[in-house]
C-alpha cells in the first residue's frame, strides 16, 4: 500500500540516484539504523553478542569484501580465511607493538596490510582466469596460514603459537579482552560493518564499481573501452582484502579473544565466507548481510530448537542441523536461483504492484 | 650410487603413487564438470558417504539405528551378520546409483540451463545434506574398512632393491594397488567414452547441451548416468582412502588434496587428472623431503598449489585443459 | 508474518538464557561430530555416565541432584564461544572443553566470570602456575610432563644415556602439537640426544613424506603427539614400513583405540603415554552397569564402556565430583556457586582411599593442588597395545616427570602470559 514510487518526486539528480528511492524503503532503512544503533546496545546480553551478533556483523564485512572481489569484479577467490589470517595477526603484532596507540587504529592500519598481500597474491589474476584462478587464492591460503604457524615471529614466541589479544580501550571502555561488555563490543563492530558497507554501496555505484562490473562481465571488451584491467583487477584485490582484513582484525581481536592460525583461519573460512555470498547473491551488498545472517544463525537457531526445545541428543542435532542447511540451501535454489538478494528483489516488485497486481 | 639419489628415487615413486591416491579423488571431478559443467563440491563427501555405506552394509549396522532408538526408545544397533566385501561393494554401488537418480530427479532436473556458480552452490547444499545423512545413517565413530587389499611394504620389491642397489626401496602394497586400479579405471572410461553409444551421448553433452539434446540425446539420463560414475568412482577413492586411514568424517576433506590436481590437469581431461595427480605428488613430496624439513615442514598443501600455480602461469587453461577462445 | 517468525526466532534463540536452580550443573562442551567427533564421543559418554551414575546411585553430591547439560562444540572455537556464552549464565560449575583451542579462547573469559576451567592433560600448560592463572586446572598432568616422561621412559630403557641417540617427533601441526617442543628441546640439550621435528598438517590422512624421512634418518625412537586421524594413520605408515612399535611412543591422546583398531595387527606393540588405567577390572563399572548402562541411561550409543578415553572422561568425572565434594565442605553448604567450586578445586586432595572409595583403585597417582601448584605432581605412565588380544596394558610404574626443568618453564610462560595482560600474582 504504501511501498511504491508514486508521490515521491525527485527534483534532484542526486535525489534521483540515491540509494533508497521509495520512500518507504529509506524510512525502514533508518528505522533498522535506529534500532541498530539506539536500542539494541541496551538491551544485548552476552549471549545474543557473542553468538549471534558480533560474529554476523564480522562475517557480514567479510562478505561484503569478498562480494566486492566476486560478486562485482568476477575474480573467484578462496584465500578469504587467509587475508583474515593477515588481519588478525597484523592487528596482534601492532597491538603488542604499540599499545598506546588505539586498536581501532590498528584494526584500519591492519586491513590496510591486508589490502596490500591482497594485491599482491592478486597479480596472477591478469593470467589465469574462472575457477582456475581459485588455485591462486588457494595457494595464498595455505601459503599464509604455514607461514603464520611457522614463523615465531609473528606470534611473539609464545609456546603453542596462539595468539592472545590482551585489553585495549577505546574512550575508557575495554573493547578487547575478556572484561569487554557485550554493548560495546556489538557497537565497534556495527560502526565498522556500517561504515564500510557505506563504503562499499559507494564505491560499487561509482566509477570503481562499473570499471569492476565490466571487467567482470567481459575483460576483453572492457579493455577495448578503456578499462584498464591491471589497475581494475588490483584495485578490486585490494579493496576486497582491506575489507577482509578488518573483518580478521576484528574477527580475532573482539570476537574471538585468542586464535589459532590453522583453526580460526583455515580452508573452511574461505569455503564459508563464499558460501555466504553465494546463498545472500552475488553482487549485492543486502546479499552479503543475508548469506552472513543464513550461515550465521541459522545454525545457531536450530540448535537451539532441536536440543532447546526438543530435547535431542547433541550429536544427532548437529547432523539434522547440516541436513536441514544443506536442504534450505537446495531447496532456495530451486524457488530462486540468484541468491537470498534476488528473492528480496523479487518479493519488493511484488510489494510495489500490491494488492491490485495486474 | 650416492644416497641422496637412491632416497630421490625412492620418494620420487612413493609421490607418484600418492599422487595416483589424489588422482582418483580428482577423477569424479573431472566428470562431472566434463559431462555438466558442474563444479561438484560433494565429491569429497560422497567418497566418505560410500565408504561409511559399505562399511554399514560389512558389518551389517541398521541405518539409522540412533533416530530410531531415540525416536522409538529402541536398542538396535546390528542386523548381525557380516557381508563378503564384493557383495557389500556391489550393493553399495547401486546405492550410488539410486542416490545419482534421486539427485537428478530433486535437484538438478530444476536448475538446467542455469549458470555454473548456481550449480556449484547446489553441491554445496548437497554436501551438507550427505554429511549429515551420511552421520545420521551410520554414525560418526571411526571405523575399519577391510576389503582384502594388501598394505605394508612390498617385499619383493624390497628385496630385488636391496639386491641391486644395496637399500631397499619402500613402496606400499596399498599404492600398488591403487595404481593398477587407477589406470584399469582410466582405460575403462575412456573406451566407454570413446566406443560406446553411451559414451558419445556423454560427450555430445558436454560438447553443447542444446545440440546434444536437439538430436535426442536425454540430458537427465545422460546426467544419472555421470553422476552414478562420478558416484563409483568416489567408492573406488574411498576404499582406497578409507582402506588407508579409516572411515570417518576426515575421509571428506580428501576433495581438497584433488584441487590442485585438477587445476592443474585441466577440469576437462581425465588423462590430465592423472598425469596432473602425478605431477602434483611427486612435486610435493619431494620439495617436502629436501627443502621443506630446512624450513619447518609441513609445506606439502601450500606447495601443490604453488606448483600448479606455476603451470597455470604458463598455461593458464591447465594442463590438458580446452584451448580458452576468447571472443567479443 | 515477517514479524511472527522473528519473533519465533527470538524466542528459539534466547534458549540460551539462564534459569536458576537448586542443582549443581555440570555442562560437558562436547564434540560427537566434526573432524574429531570420534575421539570426542567417547570422552563425553565417560563423562556424563559417571555424573549420571552419581546420581542414580547417590542421589548427586552432597545430596544436591546433579543437571547435566551437553552443548556441541565440533572442536570449532566459534562454536566453543557460542557454547560458553549460551551456559555462563546459568552457574556451571566446571568447564572442560577437551580442545586446547577453545581452552586458550577460555582463559581468559573464565577467569573475568570466576568459572573454573580444568584442562585435563591438555590446554595451556603453564595454566599450571595458579599465582597466574586462578580459574584454570591441568591436573594430574600437562603436555609438558608427558614429554618428560617419555623421555624418562626412554632413558630407563637405555640405561639412563641417551646420548648421540636420534629422537623424531611426529606432531599435529597446531597449537596442540607444538606444545611440547620446547620441552623437549630443553632436555635434548640435556640428554644430549638429537630432536627432529616432523609436522603433519591437520587432518593428516596423507604422511607419506615424513615417514620417509623416518626411514631415512632412522630415529632410535619416535614420538607423537596427534589427535584424531592422524594417529590411526601415522601408526599405519610406521607399520608399513616397519618401524619397531616399541620404539614408537604416542601421548595420552595419541593411544585410544580408536587409533590402533583401524590398523589391525600391524599395530602391535605400539606404546603410548597414560595418566590413569583403563580396562573393564574396576568395581565401579559393576555400578556402572546396574545404574546406568542397564537401567538405559547411558550417554550416546553405550558402546564406548571401558575404552581408554571413556576411562579419561570418567576420571575427568570423578575428579571434577571430589572437588565438588571439597567445595561443599569448604563452604558449608550443599548448593556451591562457581566460585566456591574453584576453592573446592584449589583444596583438592585426591588419594588412594578416595580413588577405591569411588570404585577405581589404582586409577590414577594421588595428587594435591595447592594455590601455587594447579597441575599436580605430573606422574604418568607407558602402556602398550596388544593386537591380537585387542588391550591395551600398562607396563610401566608410575614415572613422574622433571618436575624442576617443568616448573621452571612453566614459571618463564606463566610470567610472560601475567605481563602481557597484567596480571598481579596471587597466593602470597
Redesign the interface.
Known sequence: MFYREAGDFSTTYRDDSQTFPIRFDRYRYYAVLAVAFGVIPFII????A???LV?FLIYAIAAIGLNILVGYCGQVSLGTGGFMAVGAYACYKLM?AFPDVSILIHVLLAGGITAAVGVLFGL?SL???G??L???T??A???L??LF??VPWFYNY?????I?A??RTVLGYAVT???ASASVKYLVCLIFCFALAWLARNLTRGAAGRKWMAIRD?D??AE?IGVNPLRAKLSAFAVSSFFVGVAGALFFSV??????V???F??DKSFLVL?MI??GG?GSIFGSFAGAAFLV?LP??L???L???FG???????????????????VF??AE??GLAQLWRVAKEKLRLWPFPH | MPDWVLYATEVTMNGLMAGVMYALVALGFVLIFKASGIFNYAQGVMALFAALTLVGFQDGQVPFAHLINVIFGTDVHHFGWTMPSIVAIGLTAVVMVAMAILIERLVLKHLVNQEPIILFMATIGLAYFLEGLGDVMWGADIKKLDVGLPQGISDTIDGFTYDAFGYGFFIDRLDIVATVVAAALVLALMAFSQYTKYGRALRAVADDHQAALSVGISLRFVWVLVWSIAGFVALVAGIMWGSKSGVQFSLSLIALKALPVLMLGGFTSIPGAIVGGLIIGMGEKLFEFFIGSMVGGATENWFAYVLALIFLVFRPQGLFGERIIERV | MTLRLAAAMVAALAVGAPAMAQDLHFPSLSYRTGPFGASGTPFADGYQDYLTLLNERDGGIGGVKIRQTECETAYNTEKGVECYESIKGDNPLILQPLSTGITYQLIPKVTADGIPLHTMGYGRTSGKDGTVFANVFNYPANYWDGASIAIKYILSENGDNIEGKKISLVYHNSAYGKEPIRTLEELAKQHKFELILLPVDSPGQEQKSQWLQIRRDKPDYVLMWGWGVMNATAIQEAANIRYPMDHFIGIWWSGSENDVLPVGDGANGYKSLAMHGTGMEYPVYADLKKYVTDAGKAAGAGDQVGSVLYSRGMYAAMLAAEAAKKAQELAGTANITPAQMRDGMEALEITEEIMAANGLPNFGHPFKVTCQNHGGEGYGLVQQWDATAKKWSLITDWIQSDQALIDRLVAEDSAAFAAENNIAKRCN
Not at chain 1, 546480553?45 to 545474543?48: E, R, S
Not at chain 1, 570476537?255 to 589459532?260: K, S
Request: proline content about 6%; cysteine-free.
Open positions: 546480553n552476552d549471549y545474543w557473542s553468538a549471534v560474529p603488542t596472477p593470467r589465469i582466469k575457477f582456475y581459485a588455485v591462486a588457494l595457494a591460503q595455505f601459503f596460514v604455514w604457524n611457522k609464545s609456546a603453542s603459537g596462539q592472545s590482551p585489553e579482552g575478556a572484561n567481459m576483453i571488451a577495448i570476537y574471538l579473544g585468542a586464535a589459532e590453522g583453526e580460526s583455515g580452508i558460501f553465494i546463498i552475488l544463525l545457531v537457531l540448535k537451539n530448537v536440543v532447546g526445545q535431542w541428543p547433541t550429536d544427532l542435532a548437529a547432523h539434522l542441523q547440516l541436513m536441514i542447511v544443506g536442504a534450505l540451501i537446495i535454489l530451486i536461483p540468484h
